[in-house]
């Protein structure tokens, strides 16, 4: 995990949010890779198929495919099933849209934020707390590693 002091994490929606983190090390094409009733990636090419993002705090590079990744990342945040907050290594609007669309329409929160993808281990478990507020760099502190 990168010092959070030495980064800087860009804000693309607003939150707070702890959990287990899940590092995908490919892009995601949220339509038709995501099944938003489990928040498992169905996606069979997909490095990480069969994981379910439910509840953590996803580590990824910006996704691939169309807009309509933000409807599905909605629709699993509504049904309970989507992250606890997203980390991007490059901005992705399209994720931030979903993540504001489910705020907006069912009053759920997930965090997104930008930063480098720099010492992020695929395989470290960890617990890790976001903080994202508007104008601020967020804040990601480790609560506990293994």
């Not at 707070?16 to 038709?32: F, H, K, S, V």
Request: charged share 15%; net charge neutral; aromatic share 6%.
């Amino acid at each position: 995990m990168p010092s959070a002091k030495a980064l800087q994490f860009k804000v693309l929606n607003e939150g707070q949010a702890e959990g287990p983190t899940i590092r995908l090390t490919a892009p995601l094409n949220i339509w038709g890779g995501l099944d938003p009733a489990s928040g498992t990636i169905v996606d069979p090419r997909h490095p990480q198929y069969g994981l379910c993002i439910a509840g953590r705090i996803v580590l990824t590079p910006p996704t691939r495919g169309s807009g309509t990744n933000a409807q599905i990342f909605a629709q699993a945040c509504a049904r309970g099933m989507g992250p606890a907050a997203v980390v991007l290594f490059a901005p992705d609007y399209v994720v931030a849209v979903g993540a504001m669309v489910a705020k907006r329409l069912y009053g759920l929160q997930c965090p997104v934020i930008s930063g480098p993808d720099e010492g992020w281990d695929e395989n470290a478990s960890v617990l890790l707390r976001v903080s994202a507020s508007a104008g601020e760099p967020a804040e990601l502190t480790v609560v506990s590693a293994s």
